[in-house]
């Protein structure tokens, strides 16, 4: 979802530029670590020998914050054109973010959350590993070598490839992680369905 279909750049620089302050941390260097990941996920590696259960509180506090503020929220340009192409195909959103954090965002990017969605609650480990996206194939009834992800991040698009599935790489950053193919945003993604399945056709 963030950075592939909703820019929330701005409150999520906002949200972890205050948490790493707040722990004496470089914000860049935090925010080099944070993206596609759970926000627990990142605390773990962040500060390595704090406990779970610290993590775990903290994350929850931010999800909090995080739900509320949606000040700069925008969808990604050609995702509305994206998701309605879509409607008739097996597709899921497969997001680190919880059920309410997606809902609230796509909500503000004026998106509609897809009828299968893979949130923080339904897995029990976080990008990079594939859970989420194996999870989604297993709802939607496809074989995860049939599936096509669209993802931004390095943790992302690693758990893509580790499901087995093909990943299309969204904005600038997406070519340095090894994404099988690099668009710049989803305005030039040209999605068909016909009784034989779905064509995504990219630029």
């Known amino acids: 979802m963030d950075g592939t279909l909703v820019d929330s750049s701005a409150v999520v620089e906002r949200v972890w530029s205050d ?11 935090v925010m080099q670590v944070i993206h ?3 926000g627990h996920a990142s605390m773990a590696i962040l500060l390595p020998d704090r406990p779970v259960d610290q993590n775990l509180a903290e994350n929850e506090t931010m999800l909090a ?6 000040d700069g929220v925008v969808a990604i340009t050609g995702a509305g054109t994206l998701l309605h192409a879509l409607a008739d195909a097996p597709h899921a959103l497969v997001t680190s973010a919880t059920l309410a954090l997606a809902t609230a965002r796509m ?4 998106l509609t959350v897809p009828a299968v969605a893979i949130t923080a609650e339904d897995v029990t480990a976080s990008k990079p590993d594939p859970e989420g996206f194996l999870a989604a194939a297993e709802a939607l009834g496809v074989a995860a070598a049939d599936c096509v992800v669209f993802e931004d991040s390095e943790a992302g ?3 893509g490839h580790r ?7 969204v904005g ?13 945003d989803l305005s030039a993604v040209l999605i068909t369905t016909s009784a034989d399945g779905v064509t995504i056709t990219l630029p």
């Open 19 to 29: 948490w790493a302050v707040e722990h004496a941390l470089d914000p860049a260097a």
């Open 65 to 70: 914050r995080e739900t509320t503020e949606t």
């Open 157 to 159: 698009i690693t758990a």
């Open 107 to 110: 909500s503000a990017a004026g």
């Open 172 to 184: 600038p950053l997406a070519a340095l992680h090894d994404a099988d193919h690099v668009v710049a």
């Open 36 to 38: 596609g990941r759970q």
């Open 163 to 169: 499901a087995g599935m093909r990943v299309v790489g």
